[in-house]
């Protein structure tokens, strides 16, 4: 038996095919799980009692198990789920002006040890499969009560580093049958998988792109993600443009504020220089700091003056705020104690 939250539309559609049924039950499929979120295929309707078995014994409808919630202050929510082979994920629920959206975790682990980040502490055990990046959306909606607008992939894990799974996932809760989130209202954040990022620039959904640059330059950024030894900074530009000219949008870059080494004011006119004709809008995001990590949150003031030059030179930028970092939910504190190693 399989679980039917790995089978994309493409695939329900052959499996229907296979059984000598018309390919359209493969977005009732769809419409079942994720818009009516069935716990049993005796709740579809639409279908002749003979299907309905046949699924029963073809398919599970599998759940994940939350073993841990949390609530912030500010109504941010964590939720850690065990899978079936025993590791642990961990997903957060943020309420923002428009809506609620989720930040997915992609892998079990994450290999690309970036030097500030928690996640990266823990080494990647595997790839996420496509049900248990949907369910993530199913469970934190049914727990919350909530109906999810905006999904982020920026839990644990590369999503490019996971990118079949990933576009998978993509696809499935776009679907306009299911639980249609608009492809504006996902973003998917990756460290500079170069190869990736212009292979995603062929992909028909218009889903947001956010790279996590954190630096203006090789010397700083090969400090602190060993990705830009394999894809310097120059590289990745150079995907950024191709990427930007290909699918007319808008890049987000991610640059996280790290005391006294990234971000003075001379980093800050570097960085307005390499993004300078570049469709982009740059994030700043406050540094959550990680215990055994020697990075600090920059001043309030050194941030405040970094934004001004990056608007002094005419770049699109932003401050993030930050959410949930009283229960370790904050941007890049995902890290599971119960996680495996
Ligand atoms: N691997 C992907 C997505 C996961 S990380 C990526 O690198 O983009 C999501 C974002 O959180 C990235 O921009 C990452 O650099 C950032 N991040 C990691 N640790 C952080 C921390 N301690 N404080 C603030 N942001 C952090």
Known sequence: MESIYNFTEDMLKEYWLSKGEKPFRASQ???WLYRHQITSFDEITNMKKSLIEELKQDFTLDRLDCVANQKSKDGTRKFLFQLEDGNFIESVLMHQEYGYSVCVTSEVGCNMDCQFCASGMKKKLRNLEVKEMVLQILMVAK????RVSHVVIMGIGEPFDNYENVISFLKLINHPLGLEIGARHITVSTCGLVPKILEYANFDLQVNLAISLHAPNNKIRNQLMPI?????IEQLLDAIAKYIEKTNRRVTIEYI???GIND???CADELATVLHGLNVYVNLIPYNEVAGKPYER???EDMIAFFDWLKKRRINV???KEQGSDIDAACGQLRSKHMKS
């Open 257 to 259: 504020l790290l005391k």
């Open 29 to 31: 499929i769809i419409e």
């Open 143 to 146: 727990l919350s009560k909530v």
């Open 318 to 320: 932003q401050l993030r």
């Open 228 to 232: 830009n030894k394999a894809y310097p």
């Open 298 to 300: 920059s001043t309030k």
């Open 264 to 266: 003075s004011i001379a």
